[in-house]
């Protein structure tokens, strides 16, 4: 991953959670546009998430900077665990 500049990093950004309809799974990720990213997770040829198609997007929250919201996408994916994303995504657990 290249490093951000100061203007990317400054910018609005998305953290966002997908869940697989066939596969059950979630895919935590940020983008500056979520459902553009929803669109080309449904469509992309290769990768983790072409396996688990269709994903649907279960939740997002805007953070002030692209540096914020990577850090809430750190922390999520580093719980490992499916009732703690699901206690995110319903609004019962906190960063």
């Not at 939740?59 to 206690?87: C, G, P």
Request: proline residues 4%; charged residues 25%.
């Amino acid at each position: 991953m290249m490093p951000m500049s100061a203007e990317e990093a400054a910018e609005p950004c998305y953290l966002y959670i997908l869940h697989s309809v066939c596969g059950d799974r979630y895919y935590t990720g940020i983008s500056s546009d979520p459902e553009r990213r929803l669109v080309f997770h449904n469509s992309r040829e290769r990768g983790f998430t072409s396996r688990y198609r269709p994903w649907k997007l279960v939740f997002m929250r805007q953070y002030a900077s692209r540096l914020s919201a990577r850090k809430a996408e750190i922390t999520v994916k580093s719980w490992k665990s499916r009732v703690m994303i699901e206690n995110f995504i319903s609004g019962t657990e906190e960063l």
